[in-house]
C-alpha cells in the first residue's frame, strides 16, 4: 500500500496572519493520526516560521520552486539548500504556473529535481495538458513527454512524487471526470513502472487541479490516485483537513 500525501500550494497567498491556519491544522492532525502525509508549501516568507510551528507535529513543510544551482547571482531566486536549511522537506517543481508564467521546460524542471535530491529534499514534479491538447486528442501524449524529460533518472530510488494537474482545472473550479484522472493516472503508474520497475509502483502519484471536501472522496478513492496537491481549499484549514479525512477513508 502506498502511504497518501495530502500537500497544500499556497501559491502567493499568506502573510503571518496566517499562520493561525497552519495551528488549526497541526491541532487537527494532533487528533487523527498519522495515517498519512501531510504538507503546506506556504510563500518562501513563511516557511521557516511554518517549519517552526509544525516541528514535532505530524504536518510537512516544503517550498514551491528552487533554482538548479546551488547559489549564485540569481536575484529573487531560491536554493533547494535555503529551503531545507529553513526547514522544508519538500519542494514543488514543475507546476504549470512557473512553465507557463517563466517558460520553465521540462529540461529545467528536471535540472531543478536533481537540486532538489541534491539538498535532502523530495520533488514533487508536476505535469499536465492544456485545454487546447485535450481536446485535441494529445493529452497522454503530452503527459508521457513531460514526465519521461521532467524526472531524474535517479527518480525511482530517491523517492521523487509526481503530480498529475490538467491545467484546465487548475484555479476554475473546473475538475477533471473521474474517468479522465484514473486513465492519466494509470498510464503514469505504466510508465513509472516501466521505467524503475517495482520502484516505480511505488512511487506516488497525487492530483492536483480544484480538488475540494466535495469531489476529493471520489478522486481519492481511484487506485493511482496516492494523494493531491490542493489549491484554494488548502488556505482554509477546515476544507484542507476535509481533504485529508477523504483521504485516509480510502485507505
Given at each position: 500500500?502506498?502511504?497518501s500525501?495530502?500537500?497544500?500550494?499556497?501559491?502567493?497567498?499568506?502573510t503571518?496572519?496566517?499562520?493561525?491556519?497552519?495551528?488549526?491544522?497541526?491541532?487537527?492532525?494532533?487528533?487523527?493520526?498519522?495515517?498519512?502525509?501531510?504538507?503546506?508549501?506556504?510563500?518562501?516568507?513563511?516557511?521557516?516560521?511554518?517549519?517552526?510551528?509544525?516541528?514535532?507535529?505530524?504536518?510537512?513543510?516544503?517550498?514551491?520552486?528552487?533554482?538548479?544551482?546551488?547559489n549564485?547571482?540569481?536575484?529573487?531566486?531560491?536554493?533547494?539548500?535555503?529551503?531545507?536549511?529553513?526547514g522544508?522537506?519538500?519542494?514543488?517543481?514543475?507546476?504549470?504556473?512557473?512553465?507557463?508564467?517563466?517558460?520553465?521546460?521540462?529540461?529545467?524542471?528536471?535540472?531543478?529535481?536533481?537540486?532538489?535530491?541534491?539538498?535532502?529534499?523530495?520533488?514533487?514534479?508536476?505535469?499536465?495538458?492544456?485545454?487546447?491538447?485535450?481536446?485535441?486528442?494529445?493529452?497522454?501524449?503530452?503527459?508521457?513527454?513531460?514526465?519521461?524529460?521532467?524526472?531524474?533518472?535517479?527518480?525511482?530510488?530517491?523517492?521523487?512524487?509526481?503530480?498529475?494537474?490538467?491545467?484546465?482545472?487548475?484555479?476554475?473550479?473546473?475538475?477533471a471526470?473521474?474517468?479522465?484522472?484514473?486513465?492519466?493516472?494509470?498510464?503514469?503508474?505504466?510508465?513509472?513502472?516501466?521505467?524503475?520497475?517495482?520502484?516505480?509502483?511505488?512511487?506516488?502519484?497525487?492530483?492536483?487541479?480544484?480538488?475540494?471536501?466535495?469531489?476529493?472522496?471520489?478522486?481519492?478513492?481511484?487506485?493511482?490516485?496516492?494523494?493531491?496537491?490542493?489549491?484554494?481549499?488548502?488556505?482554509?484549514?477546515?476544507?484542507?483537513?476535509a481533504?485529508?479525512?477523504?483521504?485516509?477513508?480510502?485507505l
Open positions: 500500500m502506498i502511504r500525501l495530502i500537500a497544500g500550494n499556497w501559491k502567493m497567498n499568506g503571518t496572519v496566517m499562520l493561525s491556519v497552519v495551528e488549526e491544522i497541526v491541532n487537527g492532525l494532533k487528533s487523527r493520526g498519522d495515517e498519512a502525509d501531510c504538507l503546506i508549501c506556504p510563500p518562501a516568507t513563511l516557511l521557516y516560521a511554518l517549519s517552526d510551528a509544525a516541528t514535532g507535529t505530524p504536518l510537512k513543510s516544503g517550498g514551491q520552486d528552487c533554482h538548479a544551482e546551488l549564485g547571482a540569481h536575484t529573487g531566486d531560491i536554493a533547494a539548500e535555503m529551503i531545507a536549511d529553513a522544508g522537506q519538500y519542494v514543488i517543481v514543475g507546476h504549470s504556473e512557473r512553465r507557463a508564467d517563466h517558460g520553465e521546460t521540462s529540461d529545467d524542471v528536471r535540472a531543478k529535481a536533481e537540486a532538489a535530491f541534491r539538498a535532502g529534499l523530495t520533488p514533487i514534479i508536476c505535469i499536465g495538458e492544456t485545454l487546447e491538447e485535450r481536446e485535441a486528442g494529445q493529452a497522454l501524449n503530452i503527459i508521457a513527454q513531460q514526465l519521461a524529460a521532467s524526472l531524474p533518472d535517479n527518480d525511482g530510488d530517491a523517492g521523487a512524487v509526481v503530480a498529475y494537474e490538467p491545467v484546465w482545472a487548475i484555479g476554475t473550479g473546473k475538475v471526470t473521474t474517468e479522465q484522472v484514473d486513465e492519466v493516472h494509470t498510464a503514469i503508474r505504466k510508465q513509472l513502472e516501466e521505467r524503475f520497475g517495482a520502484k516505480g509502483a511505488g512511487m506516488r502519484i497525487l492530483y492536483g487541479g480544484s480538488m475540494k471536501p466535495e469531489n476529493a472522496g471520489a478522486l481519492l478513492s481511484l487506485t493511482d490516485v496516492n494523494g493531491g496537491l490542493i489549491g484554494g481549499a488548502s488556505l482554509k484549514a477546515a476544507d484542507f483537513l481533504i485529508y479525512d477523504a483521504g485516509i477513508s480510502n
